[in-house]
């Protein structure tokens, strides 16, 4: 791909490049990365709009979202805690096999 600039963009260009002791390339290719990254997010909210406007999604309000963090914490405070790997026992995967299909 060549992308022709304008004389005005390529000194600023330039400029960056000397001050930063970096290549252009790697702005350009940065600054592209980072505006179709812009475009995709502002995509995916278009389509979550006409979900929500369709009634086919639903929003929460920051009090009801902050609330059922809230009540999700506590009840996990309650759970017995465990150490690192207990209930859990590390097979082989032939064993696994076995385990499965009962071979």
């Known amino acids: 791909m060549i992308i022709e600039l304008a004389p005005e963009i390529e000194t600023r260009l330039n400029s960056w ?24 997010d502002y995509t995916d909210a278009l389509k979550i709009c006409e979900l929500v406007n369709a009634g086919k999604m639903k929003t929460h309000s920051l009090e009801e979202v902050e609330r059922l963090s809230n009540e ?8 017995p805690s465990r150490k690192s790997g207990e209930n859990f026992k590390i097979i082989p995967y032939s ?9």
């Open 17 to 40: 490049s000397i001050t930063t002791n970096e290549p252009p390339e790697k702005f350009v290719k940065q600054k592209l990365e980072e505006a179709l990254e812009d475009w995709e």
């Open 95 to 103: 064993e696994s096999l076995t385990a499965t299909t009962g071979a």
């Open 72 to 79: 999700m914490d506590e009840y996990i405070k309650k759970l």
